[in-house]
Antibody
């Protein structure tokens, strides 16, 4: 059974660095073709893709946020970590991790999502 | 970045209605277009990938079409559980981008 679960602080202060962890089960982050993503959604607003890390450690970032984002993985722990520096109230959102499966035929769709974790940025 | 424009932003429909949602992209993306459904308070759920391939387990009343810059999601006969927000997403090139969403409400 494939599951993804996000964890991290519910509240961060402006200028702080946010660190979120996605713990996965039912599949391996090291399987060829596996790709893990972070996506966020401000309250009442649309989805925004943030970052992706591949089985071979290739990394990709949102153009507008790439200077603030770092994605990494620990295959032995089945975890992917996202760090976002210099947090601002506009970064208040639900943060999701989502998987792109192997064999996606190049269409890169998100087939499994975590439940999401709400992060509020406030002093 | 590729811009995504969905229309309408919201619609009201009755159970049994046929519903069509459109997604337009700022440049051609071939068929690299996916559709998601998001019910209130839940994570998005994949409906269709590659513009027209139904994800396993998704009811056949959902269908997708299009290529290039214009795409459509159709619900052939709206069911109570289909009232939700629908998003398109392009996977042609990073950074991947989503549409602003279409809210389907009960009439």
């Amino acid at each position: 059974q494939v599951t993804l679960k996000e964890s991290g602080p519910a509240l961060v202060k402006p200028t702080q660095t946010l660190t979120l962890t996605c713990t996965v089960s039912g599949f391996s982050l090291s399987t060829s073709g596996m790709r893990l993503n972070w996506i966020r959604q401000p309250p009442g607003k649309a989805l925004e893709w943030l970052a992706r890390i591949d089985w071979d450690d290739d990394k990709f970032y949102s153009t507008s946020l790439e200077t603030r984002l770092t994605i990494s993985k620990d295959t032995s722990k089945n975890q992917v970590v996202l760090s976002m520096t210099n947090m601002d109230p506009v970064d208040t959102a639900t943060y999701y991790c989502a998987r792109i499966p192997t064999g996606s035929s190049g269409y890169y769709y998100f087939d499994y999502w975590g439940q999401g974790t709400l992060v509020t940025v406030s002093s | 970045d590729i811009q995504m424009t969905q229309s309408p932003s919201s619609l009201s429909a009755s159970v049994g209605d046929r519903v069509t949602i459109t997604c337009r992209t700022s440049q051609s993306i071939s068929r690299y277009l996916n559709w998601y459904q998001q019910r209130a308070g839940k994570a998005p759920k994949l409906l269709i990938y590659g513009a027209s391939t139904l994800q396993s387990g998704v009811p056949s009343r959902f269908s997708g079409s299009g290529s290039g810059t214009d795409f459509t999601l159709t619900i052939s006969s709206l069911q109570p559980e289909d009232f939700a927000i629908y998003y398109c997403q392009q996977s042609y090139s990073t950074p991947w981008t989503f549409g602003q969403g279409t809210k389907v409400e009960i009439k």
